[in-house]
């Protein structure tokens, strides 16, 4: 999962979870995630342990990131899924759009969505860009019939 903002990018190199995909019409049906925050990597070092510190994502008391979807729009390999996301202690309602397509028996899912740093009190919203890009591909394998 990478992040960018005007100012950096970076990515999380640990993201787990569950997505649930109909096996016949490749439809999404649940969509939950959960991110290391002591896995981001800045492309400054310095701006990395910075980040990770009290006055932004605060790892050492919110050492996640988390995403529950409770529903899910999908047609045609594009949707939504609508949940809430958690990032140092603050739930915002999300909605996130996907798209899927299957590569032989690869499975893919791509979002790419904005956020407000600001929105979950994280680092003070002049200090650097308050727009987050996110932009997440996740594979998966599809089961055998």
Excluded: C
């Amino acid at each position: 999962m990478s992040i960018s903002s005007v100012d950096f990018s970076g990515k999380f190199t640990s993201v787990k979870g569950q997505v649930t995909i109909s096996k016949d019409s490749l439809l999404v049906q649940g969509f939950d995630l959960i991110i290391d925050v002591n896995t981001l990597d800045l492309e400054i070092p310095g701006m990395t342990k910075h980040a990770k510190s009290a006055d932004f994502f605060d790892v050492t008391n919110f050492p996640s990131i988390t995403f529950f979807g409770d529903s899910v729009q999908s047609l045609g390999g594009k949707g939504t899924v609508f949940g809430t996301m958690k990032a140092k202690g603050v739930e915002r309602p999300m909605a996130i759009p996907f798209t899927v397509t299957l590569d032989n028996k690869l499975i893919t899912v791509e979002t790419l969505f904005t956020i407000n740093r600001s929105d979950f009190s994280i680092g003070l919203k002049e200090e650097v860009s308050d727009e987050v890009l996110i932009k997440a591909t996740l594979l998966g394998k599809k089961s055998k019939d």
